[in-house]
């Protein structure tokens, strides 16, 4: 994972009840979006946890080295479903 601190949202177990808040499927609990991670955190694959992300020094937006055209992508998209993605 990269330098910056684990979210809930960054976790498979997380599902989001709206923008602060949601459910954690292992405990069932409510948990707050920006709270510390449990140690059952298991990383959720976005952009910015793959091997070709590449960040274009902006906040929230690097590019996908993968593809042949190296399109822009939020760093923070779920890629459950990306065929290139590969965890650094």
Not at 45 to 54: D, G, L, Q, S
Not at 64 to 74: I, L, M, R, S, V
Request: one cysteine or more; hydrophobic letters at 35%; proline letters at 2%.
């Amino acid at each position: 994972m990269s330098q910056e601190t684990l979210r809930h949202n960054d976790c498979r177990n997380f599902v989001a009840v709206d923008v602060t808040k949601g459910i954690c499927r292992r405990t069932n609990e409510l948990v707050l979006i920006d709270s510390e991670v449990c140690g059952s955190f298991t990383a959720l694959p976005k952009c910015k946890n793959c091997a070709f992300f590449k960040e274009d020094g902006q906040d929230t937006i690097g590019t996908c080295t993968a593809e042949k055209t190296q399109p822009w992508t939020f760093k923070d998209l779920i890629a459950v479903t990306c065929e290139m993605y590969a965890t650094k």
